[in-house]
């Protein structure tokens, strides 16, 4: 009885330690990065499309880029104006009053600009 339950426990343990080394070098053999040659050689065409997805990324990037600029650009404007209309608006100035088309304050007496 006892050999039976040593036996059936070496099994196990070995089972177990066999397990554990499937999995180990399953994980070894996965982080490996290998590459395929296709003919035999490297492949000129795909290095040249390469090339030219790399360029055509690259002038995405530079337009998102621009675009982005543009908008940053464009809302610090009108942030600018909001700011200016508050300053204006708020004004000690009795006859100082916002013109909304050129986004300036103005001298309802003179129509010169003023700042607030």
Excluded at 82 to 89: A, L, N, P
Aim: with cysteine.
């Amino acid at each position: 009885m006892i050999k039976i339950a040593l036996n059936y426990l070496s099994h196990l343990f070995l089972s177990g330690a066999l397990l554990l080394l499937c999995v180990f070098l399953s994980f070894a053999y996965a982080s490996k990065n290998y590459n395929i040659t296709i003919d035999g050689a490297d492949n000129t065409l795909t290095k040249q499309e390469a090339l030219e997805r790399k360029t055509q990324w690259n002038d995405t990037q530079k337009l998102r880029q621009k675009r982005n600029t543009r908008i940053e650009k464009e809302f610090d404007k009108y942030d600018k104006a909001i700011d200016d209309e508050d300053s204006c608006r708020l004004s000690k100035v009795l006859t100082a009053y916002w013109e909304p088309i050129t986004r300036r304050c103005l001298d309802s007496r003179t129509g010169n600009p003023i700042n607030p």
